[in-house]
């Protein structure tokens, strides 16, 4: 880093599920934030948990036998999201 100082981002945990046409879960739904490495999967539940960094999110679901569907998230320090 020559000569930087780092300093530590601040991440904030999303949690969703993810549901079929029938609003059955999806198990096995990969969900990646977009530019960051940073994934998860989906439980026998549909459930996922993210670790995401203040600001503008592109979030990219991807399964089997679906299209994929990229969202964008907006987390802020005080936002709570439903």
């Known amino acids: 880093m020559l000569g930087?100082?780092?300093?530590?981002?601040?991440?904030?945990?999303?949690?969703?599920?993810?549901?079929d046409e029938n609003a059955e879960p999806l198990v096995g739904v990969i969900v990646r934030v977009q530019n960051t490495g940073s994934g998860a999967v989906t439980n026998e539940l549909g459930q996922y948990e993210l670790r995401l960094?203040?600001?503008?999110?592109?979030?990219?679901?991807?399964?089997?036998?679906?299209?994929?569907?990229?969202?964008?998230?907006?987390?802020?320090?005080?936002?709570?999201?439903?």
């Open 4 to 19: 930087s100082i780092a300093f530590a981002q601040d991440f904030y945990v999303v949690q969703g599920y993810v549901v």
């Open 53 to 82: 960094p203040e600001g503008l999110n592109r979030i990219h679901f991807s399964f089997i036998g679906y299209k994929g569907k990229t969202i964008e998230e907006v987390v802020l320090k005080k936002t709570v999201l439903n």
